[in-house]
């Protein structure tokens, strides 16, 4: 959601987060960016992390930021604790080190008003091919 419009968000977008500041901080960058026009608002959740970006104005204003704290209980609790304090009539998950694209929330509207029971998923792109690890789960990924 953006300019301070307090509408109920068509979207809910949940981010766990723990110790990566500079990985959520791009995150939520790409999120201030979506070219989506509807309402949204973005939860992050600290797992019991003790680093944070500065959340600037600037970030501020382009998103509808809430910030929820847990102890450290892993992704998963995280992603609860997000979808139950979501406002959103859908939510949406992305990890603190992902950057979704600029369409991605509106490609998503488009699917469930379309067929609101529906689950939607989308391409995933390793930003790190020369790692290893992340190499065999991008294969992995593609293949399935």
């Known amino acids: 959601m953006r300019s301070g419009i307090r ?3 068509a979207f809910s977008v949940i981010v ?3 110790n990566r500041p500079a990985a959520l901080e791009r995150c939520l960058l790409a999120l201030g960016h979506q070219r989506y026009s509807g ?8 797992d019991g992390g003790t680093l944070l970006p500065e959340f600037s104005p600037a970030l501020r ?6 910030v929820l704290q847990q102890p450290n209980a892993g992704p998963a609790t995280a992603r609860n ?15 603190d080190d992902g950057e979704p694209s600029d369409q991605w929330l509106e490609e998503m509207s488009r699917t469930l008003h379309t067929d609101p029971a ?9 930003a790190i091919p020369e ?3 992340s190499g065999a789960s991008q294969l992995l990924i593609d293949f399935l």
């Open 7 to 9: 509408a109920s968000p």
């Open 16 to 18: 766990p987060t723990f």
């Open 39 to 46: 309402p949204f608002e973005v939860i992050v959740v600290n």
């Open 61 to 66: 204003a382009l998103l509808n930021l809430e």
């Open 81 to 95: 604790r997000g979808a139950r304090n979501a406002r959103g009539e859908f939510l949406a998950f992305t990890d």
């Open 118 to 126: 529906a689950v939607v998923g989308g391409h995933t792109v390793n």
């Open 131 to 133: 790692n290893l690890y």
